[in-house]
Every structure is written in C-alpha cells, then in structure tokens.
C-alpha cells in the first residue's frame, strides 16, 4: 500500500471533518488506510427488490417507487414530530416513518423517484397496510450512481454515538472511491498465484461494497475469497515477523555447550526412575540446541505430571558442566519455592550451589545481598526465582541458559529482554498449558518445539464427577473414604474471604465447615495472603502426610507434586476456566492408586460454564481441552497477542481461519529463507515494520 495512505489523516475524506474525525478516531480509524482496512462486520442483503404488494411482514425488504406523499405529522400526545413518506410502485403503497427527524422532508419531493429498505411492519391502527420504521432510503438519480444503502449487499460498520451506520456507510464508500487507485499489492505474486488469490484492490472493495452475486452467507462467516485474502495479508505479516525474530536468532552467536555429559549420567544414575523415551527424546533435542553455537529457543510442551522438572534440571546440570550459570524462573513465589525444595534435593550430590531468589519479603537485606554477590561471582550455579528475576536487575557472572516454567505471561518482548540481559543464553520456555497448534504457531511462533506427549507409567486417570449443592453428602462420604485409606484430599475454592460482593463461597468459612464435619481429620488452609515461609511450612506438612485436607486458593493451580494426594474438589467449579481446571486436576493422579475429582458447582451455571464442566468430565487430554477452552473464550481473550508484545490482528481470527494461518506461516518462513532482508520486496519489508511498530529489529546489520 502506498505510504501516503497510512499517513493521510481522514479528516481529509469527503464528508468527514474535524467532528467526524474525532468520532472516527475512537473507531480506531485515524488514517485513510485503517479505513480501508476497518470491514463490516456484517453484512445486509437489500438486492431483491419486490413488488410492494407481495411485501411480507417481519421481512427485511426492499422496494422501488415513487413519493406520493411527504409530510409531517404532529403527534400531540408525545409532543413529537413524526416525518411520513408515501411511496408507490403502482403494486401498492408503503409509508416510512421517521419520529423526530422533521428536517429530513426537505430531502424528499413528490414525485421523485426512490428505494426504501427495512422492516416491514403493520399499521398499528388498522392492522394492516406496509410501514417501515426508520427505513435506510436511497434516491434514483439517472447520474448512474452506484448505490450505497439499499438495492445492494449493504455493509454494516461498528459505529459509534453521534456517527449514523448511513453517514459512516457514505464516508467508506467516499473514502474507498477517493483511495483505491492509491493502493498496490504488495504481496509478492506468486504467492498471491499459489494461493489463488484475488489483488488488492478487487479485495477490499469487495469486502466493503461487495459485487452483486456475492453469496451473502459466506460475506457474513467471513469466507469469501475477497476477505480471506485480507485476513491472509495481516497473518502473513504477523508470521513474517515471527520468522524475522527466529531466522535471526538462529544466526545469532550464542554458546556453544560441550559437555560430555558426566553430571547427567551421573543425575540418571542416582534417579529412582527411567526416562520415558519421550522425554529422552526431548532432551536430546535440547542438548542438539545447546552444543549448536547459536542461542536455543526453544518451548518445551507437556502436560502436568509428564515430567518437565527432570529434563529442567538436566540441562541445568549440562551448562553447569560447561562452567555456565542457570536460572530458573516460575510465575509464583509458591512455584519457585517448590522448584527449590524439589530441585535442590535433586542435585544435592553434585556439589552444585543453588539459590532461591525470590522478592519476598521475609527474605532478610542483607542475606539478599549476599546472594546477589553469590550469584555476580558465579558462586552460584544454579538459580531459582519468579518471572521478576530478570526485571529486578540480578546480574549473573554467566547466565547461560534461562529456562522460564509455567509462562503464559512471558511473551516475546520479555524473551528479548532477557536476551538483552545475558550474553544471549540459550532459552528454554516450559508450559504445561497445552497449546492448540494454531496459538503455537502465533504466540509461540518464534520458538523450536518439543512435546513430553507420554506420561510416566502406572498413571491412570483421574475420574472426574460433577456435583450439584444438593449432592453434599456423596462427596463427604467419599473424603472420608478416601482419608481412611490414609489418601490425601485438596479442596480448592475460588475466594479466600466471602464478600457480599460475589457471594461465593470461601476458603476460610469452608475450612472451618470441613473440621467440623470431620473432627478427626487434620483440615488446613493455604492462600496467597500467607508469608511465603508460612505456606512452604504448610505444603512440606502436607507433602509429609501430616494434613489430611488442605484447603486452598487457586495457589495450588501448578507445580505442586504430592503423590499421595487422590481426591480434589473443586468448590464453584462453574467459576474457574478450562485450562485454569485442568492444571488443578492435574495435582492428582500422581500416585499409584485411582484418583477422584469433584467438581461441585452451584447455581446459576451459564451455558460456557457447562459447556467447561461437560468437557472436564468427558476428557482428560490437555490438548483437546485446549482446543475447547480457545473456542469457548474465542481468539480475543485466549490470545492475549498484545500482553505478549505482538501486534493485533484485526480482521483475521485464528479459530475461523486456522488453515489460512497454516498457509501464512509455510508462504512467510519459506519467503524469509529465499530472502531474508526482503531485499526484492522493499513495500512489503516497509508494510511489515509497520505492522509490527519497530517492535522487531528488523534486518539488523552485522
Ligand atoms: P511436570 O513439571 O511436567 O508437571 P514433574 O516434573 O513435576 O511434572 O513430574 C511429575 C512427577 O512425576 C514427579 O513426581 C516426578 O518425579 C515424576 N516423574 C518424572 N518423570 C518420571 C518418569 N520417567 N518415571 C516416573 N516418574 C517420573
Ligand atoms: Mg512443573
């Protein structure tokens, strides 16, 4: 597209101004490109004309004819002006009818020609005879004119108060006239052949003001040729720039590990157990990153329980060999801690230094102190934190390989900005969210993949139930079952304190009703508003077998590891969200024995909710409840692009348009290998920094 577009500013448009400028503004609209880049989001089919005396009533129609009648009409009740047009087609008459508009009658004079579009309804006095309220009207004027609001497939536009759909419809179609020959493809033209696309220019008017013959059902589901091609443009330069950041990384010099492996052997030997091959597999594709002299990107997917800490730490223990410093960040202080614990009894053997670097509070000054000079020496090898590690300055001697567990919130920016931190480390990115293949390949789309897609043997899975408040009683006699055969059980609620407020039920009143329910059982209660120390204390007494219940907050959503814990119930589990579910069921089934998850929810349940509950008790596959949790929440919740330092995407959806994405990422990575610089593609390469802002360095030299 020609730059001047993106820097012409609509005030300039016929018919748009100052006012209206502003009004578009809001509208996101503030350039003549974003303009013709803003689709309606529906579309109206106002093409079939009809004989007025074959109108059917409750119908959307049209008409043509000619003003019989054009007056107002004094309505003394409501002291309201009301503006009546007659109009007959020689079939019959329609009247339209406008409340409070009486300057629209010095448009109109008898006998001119017009169309009228809308509802048609019943006069309400009579019973019978053909009205529109407020109907869209257009004049036949023998100038030729296209029309723009009736007798044709009609876009309708998001607007805003103070802009009509009529007054913003007639600025598109001003503003798409007056800057349409300004646009140029510059997509290059075999991938438009390939793809058989149609060009630019025939796609943005027939996605505004589509050609009669335009199956309107597939206009409004967003799968005509001409919208495709508009929602390819926008993933193709999302995916260009995701293949910019990894092509470039990949280039980058980074270190290259050359360890001959003693301290992992040497980790395996004293393991209780054997790799799965799976994870065998995934950690020979770290090790083939780390001993490559480029830096590693690379995300390592597994559900809960596969057993990514084990491979964590082997490629902790592969750079410590090396003389190369390890971090390790979680998103919770609870997380990090239990990292520590778990790890450090790991390694203890190796003679390795690991720390816990957390911002917690009880931490003492000067003991923080000390271990940042500890870390700066290189004392340290390995350290463990919260996200903030990086942001609050910790300086290593030589970090050489970060691994970030449990992201979601760490998006490319960060990775940059870690990056920035070190001497290009080799990255590792952990989640047990499973990612549907379309969120890895946007979100995560500038990182190598590998999959943990077995779990360890003797799993089995866990049975989920689903309860009403009227079933209470089933789910006590199950905890006390399950108690006796001295299993321990997790009761998770979705508030620490009731208020009035949400009126939900509440971790600290729920505690108090479980130890009376259960004199005998040892019932305690862990929360985010804890000291650190005081929730490490609860947890390690948990994990010793010395709590029977534990009553939590969501802080027990990852990480935690008690194979003795069987049964879990989720308390307003109508309230918690799919993955937000699934990596809470996924603290139990750790253990040998069968494994229980209540899902207890109360009225009223709305229709996602169900849809989540159903899907949780049918299936236990992380993935395919990814893929049910993107589409109930829909791309725009789920997708969080911006959170992670990406840019929008405004007209494509990656739900709708998964294969489209899917050809968007093959056509931009292959682009990207033939040419790197887009040296032969400059309005593209200028298209591309401006849709991703400068936040790529694009084409860096040297
Ligand atoms: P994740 O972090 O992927 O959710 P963890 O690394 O916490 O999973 O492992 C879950 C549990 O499984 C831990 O108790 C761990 O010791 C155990 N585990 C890991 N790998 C294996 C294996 N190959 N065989 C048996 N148990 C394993
Ligand atoms: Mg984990």
Redesign the pocket.
């Known amino acids: 597209m020609g730059k001047n577009l993106s820097e012409f500013p609509v005030q300039y448009i016929k018919g748009v101004g100052p006012r209206r400028a502003k009004l578009l503004n809001t509208l996101g609209i503030k350039t003549a490109e974003e303009a013709l880049y803003s689709l309606p989001y529906r579309y109206e089919d106002r093409k079939n004309i009809k004989k007025i005396s074959a109108l059917g009533y409750g119908q959307l129609e049209t008409v043509i004819g000619k003003v019989v009648a054009a007056e107002i009409i004094k309505l003394p009740k409501r002291n309201m002006k009301l503006f009546e047009l007659t109009v007959s087609d020689g079939s019959g008459l329609v009247k339209g009818k406008w409340f409070n508009q009486p300057f629209l009658k010095k448009n109109f004079e008898v006998g001119q020609e017009v169309i009228l579009s809308g509802v048609v309804k019943r006069n309400p006095y009579w019973g019978i005879g053909f009205e529109f309220d407020n109907p869209e009207y257009e004049f036949v004027t023998d100038d030729g004119d296209a029309f723009i609001h009736t007798a044709r497939i009609v876009p309708i536009y998001r607007t805003t108060s103070g802009l009509s759909e009529r007054q913003l419809r007639t600025i598109m179609f001003n503003l798409i006239n007056t800057c349409i020959k300004e646009v140029h493809d510059h997509i290059p033209d075999e991938i438009l052949i390939r793809n058989n696309f149609p060009g630019i220019t025939e796609s943005i008017l027939n996605s505004h003001f589509p050609e009669s013959g335009t199956d309107i059902d597939s206009l409004n589901s967003g799968a005509s040729i001409y919208q495709k091609r508009l929602y390819f443009d926008e993933l193709f330069k999302f995916e260009l720039g995701l293949s910019v950041i990894k092509r470039g990384k990949e280039i980058d010099k980074g270190i290259a590990f050359s360890s001959d492996g003693v301290l992992v052997r040497k980790f395996l030997g004293a393991l209780?157990?054997?790799?799965?091959s799976a994870?065998q597999r995934v950690f020979e594709e770290i090790l083939h990153d780390m001993r490559r002299p480029h830096p590693m990107n690379r995300l390592l997917q597994?559900?809960?329980?596969?057993?990514?800490?084990?491979?964590a730490v082997m490629a902790m223990l592969t750079a410590a060999e090396c003389g190369y410093q390890s971090a390790l960040m979680a998103p919770t202080e609870i997380l990090a801690g239990q990292h520590y614990i778990?790890i450090h009894k790991m390694i203890e053997d190796t003679g390795l230094n690991i720390c816990l670097m957390t911002g917690s509070k009880n931490i003492l000054r000067g003991e923080r102190e000390a271990l940042r000079c500890d870390i700066a020496s290189g004392k340290i090898n390995i350290v463990i934190g919260t996200h903030a590690l990086i942001q609050e300055g910790v300086e290593f001697k030589n970090l050489g390989l970060a691994i970030i567990?449990e992201q979601h919130r760490f998006g490319v920016m960060q990775r940059a900005l870690l990056r920035k931190k070190a001497l290009n480390p080799d990255i590792l990115v952990?989640t047990?969210t499973p990612i549907p293949r379309t969120l890895s390949m946007t979100l995560y789309g500038d990182l190598d993949y590998s999959v943990?897609d077995e779990l360890?043997?003797?799993r089995r899975p866990v049975i989920t139930r689903l309860f009403n408040a009227g079933q209470k009683e089933y789910i006590y006699r199950a905890i006390a079952e399950e108690t006796k055969k001295c299993r321990q059980v997790y009761v998770v609620y979705p508030v620490i304190d009731e208020t009035e407020k949400t009126n939900l039920k509440s971790a600290i009143i729920g505690k108090e009703a479980l130890e009376k329910i259960f004199p005998k059982l040892k019932v305690e209660l862990i929360h985010g508003r804890l000291k650190p120390q005081e929730r490490e204390n609860i947890m390690a007494s948990f994990k010793k077998g010395e709590i029977d219940v534990l009553v939590s907050t969501t802080v027990i959503e990852v990480?935690v590891?008690v194979?003795n814990a069987a049964m879990m119930l989720i308390v307003h589990a109508e309230r918690f969200g799919l993955s937000q579910l699934h990596q809470l069921r996924?603290r139990v089934g750790?253990g040998g024995s069968q494994s229980y998850c209540f899902l207890l929810m109360y009225e009223p349940v709305s229709e996602d909710a169900k849809r989540r509950l159903d899907i949780m008790v049918k299936s236990s596959d992380g993935f395919k409840i990814a893929e049910e949790d993107l589409n109930i929440r829909g791309p725009g919740e789920f997708f969080g692009t911006r959170q992670a330092g990406m840019p929008d995407l405004k007209l494509a959806n990656i739900i709708r348009d998964a294969r489209l994405l899917d050809t968007a990422r093959k056509e931009a990575f292959a682009l990207i290998d033939k040419d790197s610089e887009l040296n032969s593609f400059p309005d593209l390469k200028n298209g591309l920094e401006m849709f991703w802002k400068g936040k790529i360095e694009l084409f860096k030299t040297g």
């Open positions: 209780k157990f054997k790799l799965t994870q597994g559900d809960v329980g596969c057993g990514k800490t084990v491979i778990n567990d952990m047990a943990i360890p043997p003797g990480g590891d194979p996924g750790r």
